[in-house]
């Protein structure tokens, strides 16, 4: 048996949602440059579920869907009220509330294609609202109900804030939602469908997905970067704060990457993002800062940055609170899981690798009172 130390290089499975192929990411075979510029989040989400782009009819099938399931059951908002709210991270807030999203649902556990899809609807329709009224609960706001002449980016930020989203907001969070959506066999997907795998429920997966996505080596890493820069302060500190830490071996946040090796196509999408929405608002300084750690982690390293690193001043000139850009990843990122789910099932089989044992020789049992 060979070992490959966290499956590096290991092909699992096949797909047909995404590819990662010299560096180049496409969704069913679409480019994300050609995505990030021209495709809706919900575009995304019919294309990652169907391997093709959507007529206008089916886009606007899918969006009076999703529109239909876009509220929480009033449980949900009531569990919310219960939490010990000052020490509940928001992502295990949503970890959670997903597992409970699935008591609600009286198809949780059928099995077919179509209630599967119902289901997948259901659920990319609904965890915009549960991030959001989690989000103005701890606050002690009450939930802002959803608008339904809203798609997914505008209604996130409406809910959240409870004032009408700009133009250039909206396009903004909804470019960053397409930049996220799905990432062939990341290690929360590959958690979803080792889950499903076992031929369990739709809501496990997701429920499963979310505590990987939470960690900070994947989708927690933008949380972290926000944190470093605000340690960080201001651009004349970047370079002691950098490399001391590179000194002490710890790792940059939002740098690196298991596959891209030249860098990851995303990010250049979220730099410009980044240092337009950062003069908008006033704060070109966490742009500048950031181009200044890339320009050193890069040169001393030659690691490039990934998706996480400039998403984190983006969402952070969009208002939003710094614990809520992860479960923001999980908005986007429920469309890839949901794919890859459903793909799983039409062509399942149980996921179940070896491991190569490095414990103690065969040893016989020895009697408590007779141990030293
Ligand atoms: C959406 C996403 O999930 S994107 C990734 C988000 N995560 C982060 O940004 C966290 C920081 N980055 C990392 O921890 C890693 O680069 C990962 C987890 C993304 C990829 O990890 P792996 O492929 O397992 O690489 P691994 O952690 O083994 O690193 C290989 C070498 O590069 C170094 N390295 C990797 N990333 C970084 C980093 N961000 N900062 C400093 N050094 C790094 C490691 O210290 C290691 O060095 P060594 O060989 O001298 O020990
Ligand atoms: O693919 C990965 O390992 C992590 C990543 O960039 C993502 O999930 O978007």
Not at 209 to 218: F, R, V
Not at 243 to 256: A, R, V
Request: with cysteine.
């Amino acid at each position: 048996m060979t070992t490959a130390r966290g499956l590096e290089g290991v092909v699992a499975t096949t797909s047909s949602v995404s590819s990662i192929i010299d560096d180049t990411l496409t969704y069913a075979g679409y480019d994300i440059d050609d995505l990030a510029k021209n495709a809706s989040f919900e575009e995304v989400i019919y294309l990652l579920w169907h391997r093709s782009l959507p007529t206008q009819a089916q886009l606007d099938e899918l969006k009076q869907q999703l529109k239909e399931s876009y509220d929480i059951p009033q449980e949900i908002i009531e569990h919310f009220k219960m939490y010990p709210i000052e020490k509940v991270h928001p992502m295990a807030a949503l970890r959670t509330t997903v597992s409970l999203l699935g008591l609600y649902d009286d198809e949780a556990d059928v099995m077919t294609d179509e209630a599967n899809y119902r289901k997948a609807v259901r659920i990319q329709a609904k965890i915009p609202a549960l991030v959001t009224a989690f989000a103005r609960i701890r606050k002690g706001q009450e939930p802002v109900a959803p608008k339904k002449e809203y798609g997914i980016a505008a209604n996130f930020l409406y809910m959240l804030s409870g004032k009408e989203p700009t133009a250039v907001e909206i396009e903004a969070f909804d470019k960053a939602l397409v930049l996220h959506a799905d990432h062939e066999l990341n290690a929360s997907t590959f958690t979803a469908r080792v889950c499903v795998a076992t031929l369990s429920d739709i809501y496990s997966g997701v429920t499963a997905a979310l505590g990987a996505l939470k960690g900070p080596l994947h989708g927690g890493a933008n949380e972290q970067v926000m944190k470093m820069l605000i340690e960080i302060g201001s651009p004349d500190n970047v370079e002691p704060y950098i490399l001391e830490k590179l000194n002490k071996k710890e790792k940059i946040m939002g740098f690196g990457h298991r596959v891209y090796r030249q860098g990851d196509p995303r990010a250049k999408h979220l730099r410009e993002m980044s240092k337009r929405l950062t003069e908008q608002t006033g704060e070109p300084q966490l742009y500048d800062m950031s181009v200044e750690i890339e320009r050193l982690v890069t040169g001393q390293k030659d690691l490039p940055p990934n998706v996480d690193f400039y998403s984190a001043s983006v969402y952070h000139s969009l208002g939003i609170e710094h614990d809520l850009f992860t479960p923001i990843f999980a908005v986007s990122r429920a469309s890839g899981w949901l794919a890859h789910i459903m793909e799983q099932y039409t062509n399942n089989r149980l996921i179940r690798p070896r491991a190569e044992y490095t414990g103690p020789d065969m040893q016989k049992y020895v009697p408590i009172n007779e141990r030293g």
